[in-house]
């Protein structure tokens, strides 16, 4: 029995909109822990990484992400202990068909054309066991020609999610059709009909399999993709794809590009149902869901109180919150943000992220903690000329050597210890000293130590955005 060779393929470049507050451009849903103790991207790559058996031999992982994440996807790889083929850093968003593109070339420049299994990071499956097994059965069925997508089988007249029409042909699924995203009578209708999947984003196929159907429908997107990967500069774990080039390939999803044409084609597009307690949690609805509920139906994350209250949702990241007399509900609170809306509305919030994106409120991007590659800094009070922030320094990590022009800051250690440039000297401060960085002084933080450095910074000045930082010197290719 020969075996096949498998590339996982995480795609974890989304944005998460309608999960906001806690989902936001800088640290999307994918990268949250929505259910379970690991976060999505995590639980998305051991999935992939448990479909070996004995006629199936699975590669690292490649994972397709934004460049403004990579190192959210180094963190949380790390922690998890995953080994990674490749991390591929779009330098700008141009859907998933590019993306794949990106992997399978990936994929072919190593000297082989292995299956691809192709998964998003921002889903959960109750069914470890049903999802292995229908992934293999699909990677079986791959190797023998053709794509062949991952059908979810529906529980419910779901509104939320595009459809797969498919017809039994013997012991396979052929796809006829897939239809949008339906009205509430359209999904009970085929629901009631049978023969209708949910669309699950997941798709399996050779990479060399995925690049002649792209050539084939969509022959611009092929040839510039490949321009940009032909430019693309190695580093380390990164590869990164020419950025003016790739900004040029034209931008759509796998289905709109590849997918919708095969049906009626030379291209072979099958089916395999898959029924393990999937969900992409895509919006809050989703998430109560899949959470635990109590005998009212309410699901709560932290610090939460209800009375009289069914089937609601509270996720309380920094405070109390307490509700009384709500039915299908979701309350989301953050440390700056309070999401209050009718669960059956719930994909509607990214029309509260549209609003912020227009009146360019930093809520849209970032949380009142931020994390960045050497720690994270979380921004505790503010004021006209001042800011208050506390700041958390890995062991044997440093933020760049750097001035500022519009502002002066005093720091005072916590705990660890400090190794701090200040003009022409170099400290070493332990808890409770302090110094003082002026004005357009040349400086820079370090824990030298082997536990966590965190300090308290205070700036005053004229302007005290993110944006006023000149780099000299940057461990995070960030100069």
């Not at 794509?147 to 052929?174: C, M, N």
């Not at 030298?448 to 993110?466: C, D, N, T, W």
Request: charged residues 20%; contains cysteine; proline residues 5%.
């Amino acid at each position: 029995m020969s075996t096949i060779q498998i590339q996982p393929v995480i795609m974890a470049g989304g944005s998460g909109t309608r999960l906001w507050p806690l989902s936001r451009a800088g640290f999307p849903k994918q990268f949250l822990v929505l259910s379970g103790t690991q976060s999505l991207f995590q639980q998305a790559v051991q999935r992939v990484a448990g479909l070996a058996t004995s006629d199936i031999a699975a590669l690292p992982a490649l994972i397709v992400g934004n460049e403004e994440h990579r190192f959210l996807v180094l963190d949380q790889l790390r922690d998890a202990k995953i080994q990674t083929a490749a991390v591929l850093l779009e330098p700008v968003g141009r859907n998933t068909a590019p993306a794949v593109s990106l992997a399978a070339l990936q994929a072919l420049a190593a000297g082989q054309d292995p299956v691809l299994v192709v998964t998003p990071a921002d889903q959960t499956v109750v069914d470890e066991a049903a999802f292995t097994a229908s992934l293999q059965q699909a990677v079986r069925l791959a190797d023998g020609g053709g794509i062949v997508i991952l059908g979810i089988t529906p529980d419910r007249p779901e509104t939320g999610f595009g459809y797969i029409k498919s017809r039994a042909d013997g012991a396979q699924w052929q796809v006829e059709r897939f239809v949008e995203k339906p009205d509430l009578a359209t999904a009970e209708g085929y629901l009631a009909a049978g023969g209708y999947f949910w669309n699950s984003g997941m798709f399996v196929m050779r990479a060399s399999t995925w690049l002649q159907a792209l050539l084939r429908f969509r022959p611009d997107i092929d040839v510039a993709t490949r321009a940009a990967f032909a430019g693309a500069q190695p580093d380390g774990v990164f590869v990164r794809p020419d950025k003016a080039l790739f900004a040029a390939v034209p931008a759509e999803s796998v289905d709109y590009a590849v997918m919708e044409r095969c049906p009626g084609s030379d291209i072979p597009l099958h089916m395999v149902p898959l029924d393990a307690g999937w969900n992409d949690l895509g919006a809050w609805d989703a998430v109560w869901q899949v959470a635990p509920k109590d005998a009212a139906g309410n699901a709560t994350v932290g610090d939460a109180l209800l009375a009289d209250s069914h089937n609601t949702l509270i996720h309380a990241s920094s405070r109390l919150v307490s509700a009384v007399g709500l039915d299908n509900i979701v309350i989301v609170e953050t440390a700056d943000a309070v999401l209050v809306a009718d669960r059956s509305k719930s994909q509607d919030v990214k029309k509260i992220v549209s609003q912020l994106s227009e009146r360019q409120r930093a809520e849209q991007n970032l949380h009142r903690k931020v994390y960045r590659p050497w720690g994270w800094y979380d921004s505790i009070d503010m004021g006209e000329r001042f800011q208050v922030k506390r700041i958390m320094v890995k062991p044997g990590a440093s933020l760049s050597l750097q001035m500022h022009h519009h502002r002066a800051e005093h720091w005072i250690v916590v705990s660890g210890t400090a190794e701090i440039t200040n003009g022409e000297q170099v400290l070493l401060l332990s808890e409770n000293q302090s110094t003082y960085i002026p004005l357009g002084q040349v400086h820079r933080l370090a824990n030298p130590g082997k536990v966590p450095l965190e300090i308290i910074e205070v700036q005053s000045g004229a302007y005290l955005g993110e944006d006023d930082i000149v780099r000299f010197d940057d461990s995070y290719g960030r100069k």
